[in-house]
């Protein structure tokens, strides 16, 4: 069984572009997180996808990234215009878990980008 | 709010030594908390968890203790190998307001051979 696919895995810019992640989710599974990872730290929430529907995005600069999960499979993040500070890895994960119910994540390999 | 602490930062061992990884959290309606393992350019991997509702679990040399009234678990391995070394985040399932899963810092473990 395929795990959680990421795209690109790496992706160099400069500051005031934008730039698009792309995660295709284990199949049937139907929570879908982003995280973001800076180097040395852990994984920090984004925002949480139940179906189509994002659950939690409190955690997401609204001003400069968005995230949406057409028809509840794929989901896209961008940043638009990226800032030096967004360097960092972007890691998709996926879980057969909804709600108040949690169990194991299967993340993805990640998108490392980096913002000149 | 929403804390994991993990200590220590960094831990160097012996080939055949015990690793013991430590971690507070701040929601003491938390009831989930797994641990997961990071090769560097890779991937997390879950490697155990717990729930609320066990003290103890264990699986093959890897051991997780929690002590729900001091709202602390840790992660011990034994008999230590080198391919153990790895990043080792511990994380706790928050439950007020928005359901998620908060990871500590990590723990950077070295086995020496």
């Known amino acids: 069984e395929a795990g959680v696919v990421q795209s690109p895995r790496y992706k160099i810019i400069e500051k005031k572009q934008p730039v698009a992640f792309w995660c295709n989710p284990i199949s049937g599974h139907n929570t879908l997180y982003w995280y973001l990872q800076n180097l040395g730290q852990g994984p920090e929430l984004l925002i949480r996808?139940?179906?189509?529907?994002?659950?939690?995005d409190s955690q997401l600069p609204k001003d400069r990234f968005s995230a949406e999960r057409l028809k509840g499979v794929d989901s896209t993040l961008k940043i638009q215009p990226a800032e030096l500070g967004d360097s960092a890895v972007y890691l998709c994960a996926s879980s057969s878990y909804r709600g108040t119910n949690t169990g194991e994540l299967f993340f993805g390999e990640g998108s490392r980008l980096t913002v000149l | 709010g929403e804390n994991v602490e993990q200590h220590p930062s960094t831990l160097s061992v012996q080939e055949g030594d015990s690793a013991v990884i430590k971690c507070t959290y701040s929601d003491s309606a938390s009831n989930y908390f797994p641990w997961y393992k990071q090769e560097l350019g890779k991937r997390p991997q879950l490697i155990i968890d717990i729930r609320s509702n066990v003290g103890e679990k264990k699986d093959q040399r890897i051991a997780v203790t929690l002590n729900k009234t001091a709202k602390h678990f840790s992660l011990h391995i034994t008999e230590t190998q080198p391919e153990d070394s790895a990043v080792y985040f511990c994380a706790a399932f928050f439950q007020g307001g928005s359901e998620k899963l908060v990871f500590g810092k990590g723990t950077k473990l070295t086995v020496n051979p």
């Open positions: 996808y139940e179906n189509e529907e994002a659950v939690d």
